[in-house]
């Protein structure tokens, strides 16, 4: 039951991460791979107000979304410049400058060893309640990711979104600030990704590097895009299926050095299968794709 409770909890943070990039990629038409980034951010900041802040778990919680907000900013500025494949590539070398931090800055993220004790303190009485405690924060914390993306998808809002997806060109022929919209939906996305930090460093209660490498960030836009850019329910989807499904590895018989690479293998497939038999992805709308997306965003 442990078990189980547990892939719920991290479908439940892969979910809030997997909506947040598809409201930048599939409603912005901002292709990013920094979603890993803007999570550690989330999960060092919450980490780092527990044990050396001493704040309560819920007041750690915020500072680590507010981190992540402050992280989206560069990403934010590069947008106002930088278009399709450039901002694609700017994101990555944020997501490597990321990563670098995480390993090296030693005196404030621990280095390889990570942060360890996020729990006790403020956080105990998190790990005290019930054993269905954190799949119902981490599903709160999907849910209310699935509600941003829905209001801010719609409305007039959801029609500048489009616009800048679209055309940027149109958008900026209606008069709409092209720049505070990059920011505001930048800094949404942002604030989600890095709540489901928050999340997982007080599930886990210890954070290091190689939780949001460029390998997390893959996996994130994997899950979106397979489920379906453009869709609610898609990414939704996608991070129930990729978390579920490689899961079963572990009942295959597989030595566990065979069983952990073929994760990446897994993700890699699906990705390629989606591309080619089902660019739209699985719930996406027909006549849609990721090409098309991609393709759009070159134009701008």
Known sequence: MDYLLHIVTLVGIFTALAVSFE?????????????????GVGAYGTALALTRGGLPAFGGLLVGIACAVIAA????????????????L???????????????WIGLTGGTLGISGVGRGGAGAWHSGVS??????????????????????????????HCLRDDEAIALSLGKSVQRVKFQVLAVSGGVAGAAGGVFALYTTYVD?????????????????????????????GATALIFLPE???????????????????????LVWVVVARPQGLLGPAGGSFAGDRAGSRSA
């Open 90 to 104: 700017a994101t990555l070398a944020f997501q490597v400058l990321a990563t670098s931090v995480f390993e090296n």
């Open 23 to 39: 409201l930048l990629a599939g409603q912005a038409g901002l292709l990013s791979l920094s979603h890993a980034a803007l999570y």
């Open 73 to 88: 900013v560069p990403i934010g500025v590069a947008g106002l410049r930088l278009r399709g494949d450039r901002f694609v």
């Open 209 to 237: 590097p190689y939780s949001f490498t460029l390998n997390e960030s893959i996996a994130v836009a994997t899950m979106a895009i397979v489920g379906g850019l453009r869709t609610t329910w898609g990414p939704v989807l």
């Open 132 to 161: 269905g405690f954190f799949p119902l924060v981490a599903g709160a914390v999907a849910a209310i990711a699935i509600v941003l993306r829905t209001v801010l998808s719609t409305g007039p809002f959801g029609r500048v979104l």
């Open 248 to 270: 079963l590895l572990r009942f295959s018989g597989l030595p566990q050095s065979i069983a952990a690479p073929m994760n990446q293998v897994f993700f890699g497939a699906a």
